[in-house]
């Protein structure tokens, strides 16, 4: 028989909505939530049971997305009888609110035989055949609330769960009666969960859902209950049921978000910052929130050192001249490039949390900023747009630059060229600079990082940002590298065609390699790891390591690398292993990453498929949704399944090297630097790249 379970922590933090306590009473209702719990039982051979408490679990973390719970106000025991659970289901049928969908949760004992399969209500008797809820009965009231309330509402739509023993059993024959049925009804799902023997526990059904819930992050504007229930059933051992069209059912809008914009950054930053929200009091937590979108979450944007800007250590002389520029350009362009994983993007990104003081200032209270000279702030609100490149092409750079100056919609017709025509006349129009316009506004400001990982970085460059950055009253700080023929690894090109068309007349900030700033960068992640109990090490062996990563005078990217590696294998700062240390930091960028995925894989096998199916996206991500990126990961790990299970796992284990982006209003997934798709790309048995030959 069922009993209780501890319930399994959901990634990244077991908290539907991704947010720290609070968000549920800040929730708007969108569908009922009528739970059937049987706690207790008169007849001996059924043992009591936590099934209220089950049930209360899973209407609060409903309530987290916009479910409404409706009171049963029967008390467990004898009053919850055959005529108070058929009239419970009757009222479930009669709802008449405007809302989007129902779930109704049974939670008890339940049996099975070569029969059929019953469930237990409080006077059951032993066999429970003799008196149980059988499946036709609640198939009749599933069609019952088909026709009376999904029927002539166009997307609304039900999810029947049943947890009990033998569940998954009894609800396969619910849906062959649902199928039978003359009045078949749609847009509806029947979920059971339980083995025949009694196999797994009760509870697992809320388990699942905080691990469901958790997998749609702050870049996730709306939940499919379709998808919903695939999520739901790759997280229970015993599931059965069936769905009837639940694609046409209309999403859940997720009505209360921890973040008020999207998260471009790794899931580690993703997770860091979860976490230093949720621990902000709660006046400074929404002063934090409020600021925020303005700075893009204080996270330092970036493809190549994605760090908190907590993390962030020298360029003094870099900040200094981008906030001077800020200051005294009036329109133009300044490009900021330099080596592949130089640590460019986390330059722009630390700078831009300057822009807004107010935030700055309360990441410096909590002593996660270190204050700056005067000199190196930037303007405040010194940035009107800030777009990430990476993956972007042409067309959907135009549509952001219009959302971001307030244009709206490309019009309909415009085509190829005419969309940047179209855009070039709003900007000057937008900043005083167009025909018949009179004195000069506030100039217009783009940061746009990661040109190199645009999908057209050519295009981009010539077409749209260097004629933007040509209208007077408009300037632009573009992040990128020298060529597209670049790599942190290759041999050193002298090949500029990026810088070329972006054109001669931007100003250009090289960053170069800074082996001091990187041994801090070093001490100061391996100190934290160590007092965050991830390692156990002296301040001389901490010291040592930063020292050495330093003389191998690398890039941040290098050093970021070897910070991971180390933590993983905290042994290699003890003075025996010295050698093994040195044999590790010899490797460059791509062997580092190669000994991450060999590592990651040993511990779980889907880690390899998962990462490849990243990397063969050519920068553009996959999503999880629809179980679009475990489709292409099952492909390429030879048809054996991957499952949610397995992306939860790599998002956490591999979260320094996973990118969390988004795209029409869904999380997007991708390598968080190009390096690690080069690894799959070029190596023994790489695909081709589709745009040669």
């Known amino acids: 028989m069922p009993s209780t379970t501890t319930p399994a922590p959901g990634y990244p933090d077991n908290k539907p909505g991704d947010g720290p306590p609070g968000n549920a009473q800040d929730t708007k209702p969108l569908f009922a939530v009528v739970s059937l719990p049987h706690s207790d039982y008169a007849t001996p051979s059924y043992p009591p049971l936590p099934a209220d408490a089950c049930a209360a679990r899973v209407e609060e973390t409903l309530t987290g997305i916009g479910g409404d719970p409706v009171a049963w106000p029967v008390p467990a025991g004898g009053a919850r009888d055959f005529a108070a659970v058929t009239g419970r289901l009757q009222a479930w049928t009669r709802s008449g609110r405007p809302l989007d969908g129902s779930v109704l949760f049974w939670a008890g004992h339940g049996s099975v035989d070569d029969q059929g399969a019953w469930l237990a209500i409080y006077d059951s008797p032993d066999p429970m055949r003799l008196g149980g809820i059988d499946p036709v009965k609640i198939a009749d009231f599933v069609i019952t609330e088909w026709i009376r309330h999904r029927q002539e509402r166009e997307g609304a739509w039900a999810i029947v769960v049943i947890e009990a023993c033998g569940g998954a059993r009894f609800a396969d024959l619910v849906a062959a009666e649902l199928i039978r049925s003359r009045e078949r009804p749609i847009r509806c799902a029947v979920l059971g969960v339980g083995a025949p023997d009694g196999a797994g526990e009760l509870g697992a059904f809320a388990a699942a859902l905080d691990g469901a819930l958790a997998a749609y992050l702050v870049n996730d504007v709306e939940i499919k209950p379709e998808d919903l229930l695939r999520q739901l059933r790759d997280r229970l051992e015993y599931s059965g049921g069936t769905e009837l069209e639940l694609y046409r059912a209309d999403p859940i809008r997720r009505p209360a978000r921890v973040l008020p914009t999207a998260v471009s950054a790794t899931m580690e930053v993703y997770t860091q910052l979860l976490t230093f929200i949720a621990a902000l009091p709660a006046d400074q937590r929404s002063h934090f929130l409020a600021k925020a979108q303005g700075a893009e979450l204080a996270t330092a944007h970036d493809s190549e050192q994605s760090e908190l800007a907590w993390y962030f250590v020298g360029r003094h002389a870099e900040r200094a001249r981008i906030a001077v520029w800020l200051r005294t350009k009036n329109t133009g362009m300044l490009v900021v490039?330099?080596?592949?994983?130089?640590?460019?993007?986390?330059?722009?990104?630390?700078?831009?949390?300057?822009?807004?003081?107010?935030?700055?200032?309360?990441?410096?209270?909590?002593?996660?900023?270190?204050?700056?000279?005067?000199?190196?702030?930037?303007?405040?609100?010194?940035?009107?747009?800030?777009?990430?490149?990476?993956?972007?092409?042409?067309?959907?750079?135009?549509?952001?630059?219009?959302?971001?100056?307030?244009?709206?919609?490309?019009?309909?017709g415009t085509g190829p060229g005419g969309d940047v025509e179209w855009l070039l006349t709003g900007l000057a129009d937008r900043t005083g600079s167009g025909a018949g316009q009179g004195s000069a506004k506030r100039p217009f400001t783009l940061l746009a990082d990661a040109l190199d990982e645009a999908e057209d970085p050519i295009s981009i460059a010539g077409s749209v940002l260097r004629r933007v950055a040509a209208l007077p009253g408009v300037r632009v700080v573009a992040g990128t590298r020298s060529s597209t023929r670049e790599g942190p690894d290759l041999p050193d090109t002298a090949d500029e065609d990026l810088l070329d068309a972006l054109g001669r007349t931007a100003e250009l900030l090289r960053v170069e390699r800074d082996p001091q700033a990187v041994g801090e960068y070093v001490r100061l992640r391996l100190a934290t790891a160590r007092d965050q109990g991830y390692?156990?090490?002296?301040?001389?062996?901490?010291?040592?390591?930063?020292?050495?990563?330093?003389?191998?005078?690398?890039?941040?990217?290098?050093?970021?690398?070897?910070?991971?590696?180390?933590?993983?294998?905290?042994?290699?700062?003890?003075?025996?292993?010295?050698?093994?240390?040195?044999?590790?930091?010899?490797?460059?960028?791509?062997?580092?990453?190669?000994?991450?995925?060999?590592?990651?894989?040993?511990?779980?096998?889907?880690?390899?498929?998962?990462?490849?199916?990243?990397?063969?996206?050519?920068?553009?991500?996959?999503?999880?949704?629809?179980?679009?990126?475990?489709?292409?990961?099952?492909?390429?790990?030879?048809?054996?399944?991957?499952?949610?299970?397995?992306?939860?796992?790599?998002?956490?284990?591999?979260?320094?090297?996973?990118?969390?982006?988004?795209?029409?209003?869904?999380?997007?997934?991708?390598?968080?630097?190009?390096?690690?798709?080069?690894?799959?790309?070029?190596?023994?048995?790489?695909?081709?790249?589709?745009?040669?030959?």
Do not use: C
């Not at 107010?358 to 002593?367: G, K, M, Q, S, T």
């Not at 991708?670 to 745009?691: I, Q, V």
């Open 337 to 412: 490039t330099g080596r592949a994983g130089s640590g460019k993007s986390a330059l722009l990104g630390h700078v831009l949390v300057h822009t807004t003081p107010p935030l700055r200032d309360l990441l410096i209270a909590h002593r996660l900023l270190t204050p700056a000279p005067a000199g190196e702030f930037p303007p405040q609100s010194g940035f009107d747009s800030v777009i990430h490149l990476t993956g972007m092409n042409t067309a959907t750079l135009i549509e952001r630059l219009a959302a971001d100056t307030g244009l709206g919609r490309p019009p309909a």
């Open 535 to 693: 390692l156990a090490a002296t301040d001389a062996a901490v010291t040592g390591a930063a020292t050495l990563i330093q003389g191998m005078n690398r890039q941040f990217l290098y050093a970021r690398l070897a910070v991971y590696e180390i933590i993983a294998a905290p042994h290699l700062l003890a003075p025996e292993f010295h050698q093994e240390l040195r044999d590790l930091l010899e490797q460059d960028h791509r062997a580092l990453f190669t000994a991450a995925v060999d590592r990651l894989t040993r511990d779980r096998p889907a880690t390899r498929p998962l990462l490849e199916a990243l990397a063969l996206s050519r920068g553009r991500g996959l999503p999880r949704t629809d179980g679009i990126w475990t489709i292409v990961a099952t492909a390429l790990n030879h048809e054996h399944p991957v499952t949610e299970l397995d992306i939860d796992h790599l998002l956490h284990q591999a979260a320094p090297y996973v990118m969390l982006d988004a795209e029409a209003g869904q999380s997007v997934y991708r390598l968080a630097h190009r390096t690690f798709a080069e690894h799959f790309l070029t190596g023994p048995g790489a695909y081709p790249d589709p745009g040669s030959g």
